[in-house]
C-alpha cells in the first residue's frame, strides 16, 4: 500500500521557520523525484520545489528561491522542505508528491496546513 505522510505543519509568524516532512512507503522511493506542491485557498496547486531521484538536482519556484530547500534522505524514504523567512503569502496546505516517468506512476500525500500569520 502506498502511503506518503507529511507533517511539521503548523502556525508560525513572518520571518519564523518550518520544516516539513514527508515519509513514503509502499514503494522503491530512491527511483522516484520528489515534489512539494502547495494550494491556497481561491488559488490553484502550485509546484513549490523538486528533487531529482538520480542526481539530486533541485528546482524552486521563483517565490520561494533562496528560502526554501528541498532535501531527501533515501535510507529513511524522507523528503524535506525547509522553510524559511515565511511569508504570510506562503500560507497554504502543503502536498507532498512522488513521481515517476518510466514507467509512469504518481502519488499524493493528504496534505499539511501551513499558516503564516502574527
Known amino acids: 500500500q502506498v502511503q506518503l505522510v507529511e507533517s511539521g505543519g503548523g502556525l508560525v509568524q513572518p520571518g519564523g521557520s518550518l520544516r516539513l516532512s514527508c515519509a513514503a512507503s509502499?514503494?522503491?522511493?530512491?527511483?522516484?523525484?520528489m515534489r512539494w506542491y502547495r494550494q491556497a485557498p481561491g488559488k490553484e496547486r502550485e509546484l513549490v520545489a523538486a528533487i531529482s531521484n538520480t542526481d539530486r538536482s533541485t528546482n524552486y519556484a521563483a517565490s520561494v528561491k533562496g528560502r526554501f530547500t528541498i532535501s531527501r534522505d533515501n535510507p529513511r524514504n524522507t523528503v524535506y522542505l525547509q522553510m524559511n523567512s515565511l511569508k504570510p503569502e506562503d500560507t497554504a496546505v502543503y502536498y507532498c508528491n512522488a513521481i515517476r516517468f518510466t514507467p509512469g506512476a504518481d502519488y499524493w500525500g493528504q496534505g499539511t496546513q501551513v499558516t503564516v500569520s502574527s
Open positions: 509502499g514503494f522503491t522511493f530512491s527511483r522516484y523525484a
